[in-house]
């Protein structure tokens, strides 16, 4: 059972500054293999599908670049969005093109910055949540068993226990919740981190985006029926993007949708948000985390990631020292929440030069 696999690789985010910059944001960024999280994501999910049956959505600069790490892919299925619109314009772009070319497509949508530790085991739950979404005409998502009272996800609240056998049905979906509520999540059994992984019978998207998120559904439905690549459909794209809202897919969708369905996952699925997350991944050395060479005297909970060279620590906690391309991080573990800030600080006072 084939499914149209849709990869959704459009973000911008300045969490991984200095290592990720504007045409290398985090997608693309090698952070724990030789392969681009891009390359890692169409290499765990390839054999869901077919590369003439699968699209990534990018952004418009940085679909060359897309393309170069995917060479299974025909270059005309990574598509280019003319402007930033968040996750719903992406999923309902991608629904648009695959019914036209199969009134039967059922779509497998995948974050292209996620880290799976048991690709296998994410391969068969995704072959039993599409067979749910075909036989039953459901949207089903995969919901991972919390293993910590983790802040930084969304949350699906589910009818029953979380099966990774039996669907069962989502009661709501919750954003990120302050730490007590977490706790209760994290040992109810019946709430699962929302992984941002969606199995979606395309026909009935379609109907679902014409009802409830008109404004990107109906400028999208009036492109012409031409290859993505031509030049009369991307002149109609960026007409078309110019009026849609920016919303994610959740929010449009997934929230007010009857009937979403669940699968649990124990696949070792981590979001590598920013510089913490990552650290919890690399290899400890000396009580730090480290990617590259390091030297350390009473130093610790630092995380050091330098490509470049040899770094020193002596006497510091809690630092994320980063090198990369001629540029130096070096910040409080507790303040990475306003590295977004430091970045808007950084074009402002030195231009592009370093972004």
Not at 1 to 10: D, F, I
Not at 342 to 354: D, F, I, M, P, S
Request: some cysteine; proline content about 7%.
């Amino acid at each position: 059972m084939a499914a149209w696999l849709v990869l959704l690789a459009g973000g911008r985010g300045t969490r991984f500054w200095p290592l990720g910059r504007r045409r290398r944001p985090k997608q693309l960024l090698p952070l724990l293999s030789p392969r681009s999280l891009l390359a890692e994501t169409w290499a765990r999910v390839a054999p869901l599908g077919r590369p003439e049956r699968s699209f990534v959505i990018s952004a418009a600069d940085l679909a060359p670049a897309c393309r170069r790490e995917l060479p299974a892919l025909p270059p005309a299925r990574v598509i280019g969005e003319p402007a930033g619109r968040n996750t719903a314009a992406a999923v309902a772009l991608a629904t648009l093109l695959a019914l036209r070319e199969d009134p039967r497509a059922v779509l497998a949508v995948f974050p292209s910055d996620h880290v799976v530790a048991d690709p296998a085991g994410l391969r068969a739950l995704a072959r039993r949540a599409l067979r749910c979404a075909r036989e039953e005409d459901a949207y089903v998502t995969l919901g991972v068993r919390p293993t910590r009272a983790e802040t930084g996800y969304g949350y699906l609240e589910l009818a029953g226990v979380a099966s990774a056998e039996t669907p069962q049905r989502a009661v709501a979906f919750i954003e990120k919740p302050e730490a007590a509520r977490a706790a209760a999540y994290a040992a109810s059994g019946r709430h699962l981190w929302n992984s941002g992984i969606f199995f979606l019978p395309a026909r009935r998207l379609a109907e679902s985006f014409a009802a409830l998120a008109p404004a990107i559904w109906a400028p999208l439905a009036a492109l012409p029926a031409l290859p993505p690549a031509s030049p009369r459909f991307r002149t109609a794209l960026r007409a078309a993007y110019a009026e849609i809202p920016a919303r994610s897919f959740d929010v449009a969708i997934m929230e007010r949708a009857a009937g979403v369905k669940v699968l649990a996952a124990d696949i070792g699925w981590r979001d590598v948000g920013g510089w913490a997350a990552l650290g919890e991944l690399l290899p400890a050395l000396a009580g730090n985390r480290v990617q590259g060479e390091l030297v350390a005297l009473d130093a610790r909970d630092n995380i050091v990631v330098d490509r470049e060279g040899l770094t020193a620590l002596l006497g510091v906690e809690n630092l994320v020292v980063v090198r990369s391309g001629g540029a130096l991080l070096v910040a409080n573990r507790a303040r990475l929440d306003a590295l977004r800030e430091l970045v808007a600080l950084l074009e402002a006072r030195a231009g592009g030069r370093y972004l």
